[in-house]
């Protein structure tokens, strides 16, 4: 049996999760471009605490590690996935070892 990898991502026992993120607009500008000029002077623990303190409204815009770790482990276990599953069709008088999802069609 495959091992998944499942720190992040349940899949293939979940579905993945669907995000959806946003590009910047009006309503995010502000506060990015203050994070912006925050991390370009080396004062990232500024900027992280006005992430922290805006994290809903920043949310459908900033993508963190934790999403890149995620989609890199549901990457890695679609993949195993797709190696380890395949649908066979089976043409016989006798039932033989079938996998779930396989096809039998027996001729009687």
């Not at 091992?3 to 995010?28: C, G, L, M, Q, W």
């Not at 549901?74 to 043409?91: L, P």
Request: net charge negative; glycine share 2%.
């Amino acid at each position: 049996m495959t091992e998944y990898e499942n720190e992040f991502s349940n899949f293939p026992s979940r579905k993945i999760t669907k995000r959806h993120y946003k590009n910047v607009d009006d309503t995010a500008a502000p506060l990015i471009n203050r994070i912006n000029a925050l991390r370009a002077q080396g004062l990232y623990r500024q900027a992280a605490d006005i992430l922290r303190e805006h994290e809903d409204e920043l949310s459908p815009y900033v993508v963190d590690a934790i999403t890149f770790r995620t989609w890199e482990e549901e990457i890695y276990n679609t993949q195993k996935y797709a190696k380890q599953i395949q649908q066979s069709v089976y043409f016989g008088e006798t039932e033989p070892d079938c996998q779930t999802e396989d096809i039998w069609i027996s001729g009687r």
